[in-house]
């Protein structure tokens, strides 16, 4: 079975700081890899994902996330974050066909 | 990128009652769609996935009694919560794919349920 492990339930950041939020899965085949946000009161959108080719992925916002196979990692990056980044931010994995998401983290951008 | 709107966006509703919950693709096709739990503080739990026409697949643990699934159509999904009580009360997410389980999902907005 397939697992996500988000790292922090909650991060607290001032504007302009940077952002890594870390995920790892654990899944013994192919897999392709995404992160989500969800702002306040507005569903789910995708950021960005990994299906193959350039581990390192640009998504949308000045995000982008870089999957390292041999940690099993695929870890979210902005180098500037402002105060509308503030969201819930999940990873998720799908393997076979299914897509297992991870707790979420909250990010809160302080002015 | 795609609209998939769900109705109602709140119910409140009495232990026994059964609760009916939409899922529509907008302004395009959806040959699969997915539907979500989410309780609090908790990562998205998928329940069951469904396609256009065929019954749904539940995953391992979830009731297939007692959580209807319908696609009858490919812009429209409905689960509906049969006896509900206050243990189902949660935050019920939809998703919907034009190309089966290997392409985008764009989810909806998530129906807030609180069985009394």
């Known amino acids: 079975a397939q697992s996500v492990s988000q790292h922090n339930h909650h991060v607290i950041l001032s504007e302009a700081a940077s952002l890594e939020l870390g995920c790892n899965y654990s899944?013994?085949?192919?897999?392709?890899l995404f992160w989500y946000v969800q702002y306040p009161g507005q569903h789910l959108q995708l950021l960005l994902k990994?299906?193959?080719?350039?581990?390192l992925v640009k998504g949308i916002k000045g995000f982008e996330a870089e999957f390292i196979k041999s940690k099993f990692s695929f870890n979210l990056r902005k180098p500037s974050v402002q105060w509308s980044d503030t969201a819930e931010y999940f990873c998720?994995?799908?393997?076979?066909?299914?897509?297992?998401f991870g707790k979420g983290t909250m990010l809160l951008v302080s002015p | 990128g795609a609209v998939v709107s769900q109705h109602p966006s709140r119910v409140i509703c009495k232990s026994g009652t059964s609760v009916k919950i939409e899922c529509r693709s907008l302004?395009?096709?959806?040959?699969?769609m997915f539907w979500y739990r989410q309780f609090p503080k908790q990562s998205l739990m998928l329940m069951a996935t469904?396609?256009?026409?065929?019954?749904?697949?539940?995953e391992q643990g979830v009731e297939k009694d007692k959580f209807l699934i319908n696609h009858a159509s490919l812009t429209l999904s409905t689960l509906t919560v049969t006896s509900a009580h206050p243990e189902d009360s949660s935050f019920y997410i939809c998703?919907?794919?034009?190309?089966?389980?290997?392409?985008?999902?764009?989810f909806g907005p998530g129906t807030r349920l609180t069985v009394l």
């Open positions: 998703s919907a794919s034009s190309g089966g389980a290997s392409h985008e999902q764009f």
């Open positions: 899944y013994g085949g192919t897999v392709n």
């Open positions: 990994y299906f193959s080719g350039d581990p």
């Open positions: 998720a994995v799908r393997g076979y066909s299914t897509l297992t």
């Open positions: 302004d395009f096709q959806a040959t699969t």
């Open positions: 469904s396609n256009e026409g065929s019954k749904a697949t539940y």
